[in-house]
C-alpha cells in the first residue's frame, strides 16, 4: 500500500512523548492538513503540522496492522504497543486526518442521536451500553491526556443540550428520562441555561463528571 506508516513498539508506548504527540495530534499545532470531507477547515486542519512519516518502502512484519490512523486507528495501535505488541499503523492520507482532522475536540456522552432513539433501535441495554462506552472513553481519554503528559488543555465542563425556541419540549423530557435509564443519573433538568443569552429556558445539563449506575433508575 502507497501510504504513511507509523511504528509503534512498546519502547515507544510507555511514556514517550512520539506516542503522546501521534495520540494527541487532534489538538496538536500544524499547517498542511487539509480535511478530506466536507467544506468546513477545523482549527487544527487550519494551523498545525501533520506527523511526517515515510511510506512504507519495504517488506516488514508486525503483531498487528492497524489500518486507519484516525483517533480510532491510533488509539487501538497506541493500547496495544502498551500491551506490548509490536504495531503497524497504515493510511493512505496524513496521520491525524480522515474525519479526526475535522473534530470540535467536545468528548461527551450526551449523544446527537438521542438515547430515547437508541432505546428504540436497541432497547434499554442498547442505550446503557452506549451510555457506558461513551463514559468510558472519554474517562480513557483523559487517562491518557495524564500519563502521557499531552498539553492539550483537556478540561471537564458541564454540558448543556436545549431545544430551540420553535422545538417541542417533549424531546428534553423524553431524552431525560432516556439518560437515566441508561444509567446517567447525574443529567438534571434546568430551570434556564445558567448564562445570560437568548438560550431558551428548557435544559438539560449533563455534568463534568456524570455518574453511571449499572441498575436503571
Ligand atoms: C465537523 C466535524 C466535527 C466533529 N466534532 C466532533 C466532536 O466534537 N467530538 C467527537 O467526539 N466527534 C466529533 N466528530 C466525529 C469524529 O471526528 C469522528 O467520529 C472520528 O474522528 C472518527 O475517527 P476514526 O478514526 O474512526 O475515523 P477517521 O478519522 O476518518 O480515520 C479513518 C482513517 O482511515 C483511513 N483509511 C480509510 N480507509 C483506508 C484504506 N482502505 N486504506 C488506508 N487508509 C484508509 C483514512 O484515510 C483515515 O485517515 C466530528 C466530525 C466532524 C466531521
Redesign the pocket.
Known sequence: ?A?MTLRLDRAQAGKSQAVGTAVAMQFADSTNMKP?S?T?L?LWAATADPPDESPLSKDTSTDVCV???????LTVAYLLAREGKAVTV????PIG????V???????NALDDRYYELERLFDESGARLAAQSHTAAIARVEEIVREEKIDCEFERVDGYLFIPPDGRLKVLEDELAATHRAGLVSVRRLERAPWKASIPAHVCTFRNRDSFTRSST
Open positions: 500500500m501510504g478530506t466536507g468546513t477545523s489500518i486507519g490512523a484516525g483517533i480510532a486507528g497504515l493510511d493512505d492520507g486526518g480522515g474525519m479526526t475535522r473534530t470540535t475536540a467536545h468528548l461527551s
